[in-house]
Every structure is written in structure tokens, then in C-alpha cells.
């Protein structure tokens, strides 16, 4: 069964693009290169101007936890923590259907 994640990363009021701008610098080559993702999706929250959610999807628990340790990722942490409110929220889920994302 696929094991999926909901990250919300809360920016500070009137930073989200700031914290896409950082998204975009570090994520994009990670997440190509990543042969653990079955899709990734990256939003902006409609009703929440400072938001940003990602859903993640992969085969296993091991491949998930693995891209949260990956040097990219913790890079974006660190290069975007002072554009956050909180801590990103990691909601794990577990996919019951998928059609096609894109």
C-alpha cells in the first residue's frame, strides 16, 4: 500500500513568496531525481495567502522518511525557516485510490 504525506509549511504574513522562491531553488532537482516519489504535488493554499501544502506520494514509509532526511530538503529548511510562522505540519495518509496528477 502507498504511503502518503500532507506538509503544510505557514508562511509569515506577506512571505509565501518569498517561501516558494526558496522552494524553487533547492526542491524541483530533488524531487525529479527522486525515484522513491509517485507523485508530488506542490500548492499554494487558496484561503490561506501565507501557505503552502505539498502531498507527497511513495511506495513506503522508508522512502518517505528518507526524502525528509535528504540533504535538499533539510537545505530548504534551513534556507526558508525564517520565512516560516511554525514548524511545516506533516500529516501522514494512506492513499486508498490515484488517478494521474499533471
Do not use: C
Not at 10 to 15: C, D, S
Not at 28 to 48: F, K, L, M, R
Not at 78 to 91: G, I, K, Y
Amino acid at each position: 500500500m502507498s504511503h502518503g504525506l500532507f506538509i503544510r509549511h505557514q508562511a509569515l504574513p506577506g512571505r509565501r513568496a518569498e517561501l516558494v522562491e526558496v522552494w524553487e531553488r533547492f526542491m524541483p532537482a530533488a524531487i525529479s531525481a527522486n525515484a522513491g516519489h509517485q507523485a508530488y504535488v506542490y500548492t499554494e493554499v487558496a484561503d490561506d495567502p501565507d501557505a503552502v501544502m505539498v502531498y507527497q506520494q511513495y511506495a513506503d514509509a522508508e522512502q518517505a522518511a528518507a526524502f525528509l532526511r535528504d540533504a535538499a530538503y533539510l537545505a530548504y529548511l534551513d534556507a526558508s525557516e525564517h520565512l516560516l510562522a511554525t514548524a511545516p505540519t506533516v500529516t501522514v495518509v494512506r492513499p486508498r485510490w490515484t488517478k494521474h496528477v499533471g
